[in-house]
């Protein structure tokens, strides 16, 4: 690591990491360095690049961005928070390979399971280390990043030590950090929790309005408890979900709405019009994650000599639908449950 300032590069541009590369540049802790597509470029010079927070109120607009297109841009970087989907982790890698300084920290933002461990395949000179977004960000037009829910950082430190300078950024950017020791039991649950975008992606309506649906969370608890049986039989453990074991979590989901209410809003705070990355991926018409979510837990199934029917019909679901083209099915509750049977 270098023994001037920071430099923190983004590579993947898009909701998380213009979030989190736009909270680093506007503490001013670290120089800042984002890779990402020229459509973007072009909106953030026009419009500068806003956070817009979960209380609305609080804008940070920062005008003075570092934006690249060229992931060569990342070859002074100290440390690369990796940002794209996964599906896009393994050409990212080597494009990066070759380019990054042998001792740059690569830290990956993803969802899923195995991108870390891709990262390393190509990059193995490299430390890669795993993290967890536990909040939701969705992108608005004129490269406006709106937070929509609560939750923290967290990060691995079983390959290092705690508060490294850059963990120590992303608290200077007033990110909340938890640091963890291992980080897969974490990862499982982030996972199972995740089970729900494909719903929130086939319903095509707001993620709130779902988990007020007694029927919509009929069917999250429905592949909860598959993935959780999966797991037990295959003998992975998975973290409680902020202090509630995913046991509970599904009895809760099958509670009526009021009570879900008050637990819920209790536990998380949801902007009115947050959607899940996957929703807005299909409303994009790009490919989804869906393989390193739901996917995840068939694979498990079937390395263990089960099946996970219902996480199988779902990612068949969402593969229709991104194969189609036409954004999300907008499928009710009722037939969704029809569609999994
Ligand atoms: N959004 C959230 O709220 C959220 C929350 C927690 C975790 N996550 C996880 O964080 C990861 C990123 O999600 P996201 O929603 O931020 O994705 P996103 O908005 O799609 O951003 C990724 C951006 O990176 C670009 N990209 C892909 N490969 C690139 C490369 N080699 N060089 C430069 N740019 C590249 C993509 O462009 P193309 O589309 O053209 O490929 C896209 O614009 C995912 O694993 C997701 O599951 C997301």
Redesign the pocket.
Known sequence: MSHGRLHIGV???????CYVGGRLVASGVADVTL???QW?ADAISAHGLTLRELDHDDLVAANDIRFAVD?QAGSTCDVVLC????G?TA??AA?LAGILRPDAIVVS????LRNAETLRAHLPQNHVIDAI?D?????RDHAVFQRTTSGPLTIETRREPKHQPWVNALRAAELEVVEVDAIEPEQWTKLLINLNNAINALAGIPTREMILSRQYRKVIAMLLDEGLDVLEGAGVRAAKFRGVPLRVMSFILKLPTPIVRLVIGAQLRMDPEART?MSQDLERR?LT?VDFLNGEIVSLAEASSRDAPLNRRIVELVHEAEHAGAGSPQLDAETLLERIR
């Open positions: 590579i993947g541009a898009g909701a998380v990491g890779v990402g597509r973007l992931p940002c794209v989907k996964s896009a050409d990212t494009q933002l993803q969802n899923g977004v909040f939701n960000v969705i992108m990355s790009r994650e």
